[in-house]
């Protein structure tokens, strides 16, 4: 059932004057529709797509665990992989793999055997994962303020110095872009070179990051409880929906955990809200969804 997540701007005034609240420069009403996809057995956490029977469904780690959601049937099952019920915060997959991981540890997985690719590696505080098509998985680590790269022949940094990465999204074997939850924005990263570039500024808290094909970020603000759409060339931001149980306090994790984020081929965003664990699709509004890049 879709729920109505307009924001609106409470203001007084006398004599005919209307003042806001909060000075904001525009008014920050929601521009999507957003449906409970299925409350889910436990509060999720890291979401991921999964291509898998002809379409594509959702992967979702939590406190005891995987779990696939087919969002059209709303059907949910325990998933294959990670033979041990594991408290899972982030997961990450492509057509052979999946990457997944928790408090102090990340473990790949193969898909089709359902036998792990290489044993866990221990990594403090890991945050977010992506996982590219040759099987290199990066990782944000909150701890050490560094995204890192694991692939078979070990773990290494590929930048440094950023403070308090959580949120991760990358795009081929090049351009990534972070949240920083301390510095409150967003920045991009040349996966190559380790170049850092400050994109979008004065975030509360950001907590996740995807791109979508028409080139707007998506970015999870848990504080407020919304999802924003922004342009990274202006700055300019949206909500796509606000009203989100996003915060993970009620559960034994972080603050600064990611909050799922999946985007789909059509730019439809799945959201994990632990708070009251559920998955929402969320649909933007069509003027969100002319090409910006």
Known sequence: MAKDLGI??????????????????????????????????????????????????LLIGGQD?????????????????LASVRPTIAIAANEELVAA????????????????????????????????????????DSHSGQVLRLTKGGLGPTASGLRRPVGLFVDGDTDAWVTEYDA???????LKTGLIRPLVFALRS???????????????????GRILFI?????????????????????????DTATGLAVDVDDTVYVACPGDRSIVRLVPDIRLKRDIR
């Open 65 to 81: 665990g995987l779990w696939l959601l087919n969002p059209r049937t709303a059907a949910v099952a325990r998933a294959p992989w």
């Open 8 to 57: 609106t701007r409470r203001t007084f005034g006398a004599g005919g004057w209307a003042l806001p609240l909060l000075a904001l420069p525009r008014p920050l009403r929601a521009l999507g529709t957003a449906t409970v996809v299925r409350e889910m057995p436990t509060a999720p956490v890291g979401l991921a797509l999964i291509r898998q029977n002809a379409g594509n469904n």
């Open 231 to 255: 342009d990274p060339k202006t700055g300019e931001r949206t909500p796509l929906a606000g009203g989100l149980a996003l915060a993970v306090d009620d559960l034994d994790l972080p603050a």
């Open 184 to 190: 409150g924005q967003v920045v991009y990263i040349n």
């Open 101 to 140: 991981a928790g408090p102090g540890w990340i473990q790949l997985w193969d898909r089709h055997a359902g036998q792990p690719v290489w044993d866990s590696v221990a990594v403090r505080s890991p945050r977010a994962l992506a996982l590219t098509p040759d099987g290199t998985v990066y990782v944000t």
């Open 206 to 224: 950001p907590t996740a990051v995807a791109r979508l094909n028409t080139g707007y970020l998506a970015v999870a603000e848990p504080t407020f």
